[in-house]
T-cell receptor, first 116, second 113 residues
Framework: IAGITQAPTSQILAAGRRMTLRCTQD?????MYWYRQDLGLGLRLIHY???????GKGEVPDGYSVSRANTDDFPLTLASAVPSQTSVYFC???????????????FGPGTRLTVL | GQQVMQIPQYQHVQEGEDFTTYCNSS?????IQWYKQRPGGHPVFLIQ?????EVKKQKRLTFQFGEAKKNSSLHITATQTTDVGTYFC?????????????FGQGTRLTINP
């Protein structure tokens, strides 16, 4: 593995179904993030984790949950998918979230999710 | 809440023409980052600006951070087809502590060869 991987690459899901998007990084980064990208709205932060064991809410957290059991993995779960969650989802990581650090974010290839 | 606005939303140019995208924040930023996303790809970090009035260059790309640290610009000189993509600016929410990036809506650049 080099960088960040996401799975699946794409998924079509029936409304009401539960879905987990997987994200794994091998850079030993402390911080990880989930964004959704919708046309004209840019990237919006769903949830983040600034270190293993802690998570926080971003700009659009409703309907999503995350966990950070270890440094490398940061899965995103949709408990009961709705059509408005149709989007492209990007996982990202950075060495740190702190002001004093140079915290370039590295993005995974994305998961294209369609909820019908 | 804090907003990062980016204009224009779209820009189409002839190859060889210059291109500029502007980013404005409703609040003072501790730093600003720029990312590029190729069509069908993922955002890739370009640069981070930290100092008031800072100007950085990467070949044909020039990045500026405003004196008040509330605006920034990316200028591409003599565009090439490899410059096609969407350019995002991003500023951290908050001044201190753990920061979350707020992204602008992006400027999508298309180029006529």
């Amino acid at each position: 593995i080099a960088g960040i991987t996401q799975a699946p690459t794409s998924q079509i899901l029936a409304a009401g179904r539960r879905m987990t998007l997987r994200c794994t990084q091998d850079m030993r980064h402390n911080a990880m993030y989930w964004y959704r990208q919708d046309l004209g709205l840019g990237l919006r932060l769903i949830h983040y984790s600034n270190t293993a064991g802690t998570t926080g809410k971003g700009e659009v957290p409703d309907g999503y949950s995350v966990s950070r059991a270890n440094t490398d993995d940061f899965p995103l779960t949709l408990a009961s998918a709705v059509p408005s969650q149709t989007s492209v989802y990007f996982c990202a990581s950075s060495d740190s979230m702190w002001t004093s650090s140079y915290n370039e974010q590295f993005f995974g290839p994305g998961t294209r999710l369609t909820v019908l | 809440g804090q907003q990062v606005m980016q204009i224009p939303q779209y820009q189409h140019v002839q190859e060889g023409e210059d291109f500029t995208t502007y980013c404005n924040s409703s609040t003072t930023l501790s730093n600003i980052q720029w990312y590029k996303q190729r069509p069908g790809g993922h955002p890739v970090f370009l640069i981070q600006l930290v100092k008031s009035g800072e100007v950085k260059k990467q070949k044909r790309l020039t990045f500026q951070f405003g004196e008040a640290k509330k605006n920034s610009s990316l200028h591409i000189t003599a565009t090439q087809t490899t410059d096609v993509g969407t350019y995002f600016c991003a500023g951290p929410l908050g001044i201190q502590g753990a920061q979350k990036l707020v992204f602008g809506q992006g400027t999508r650049l298309t180029i006529n060869p």
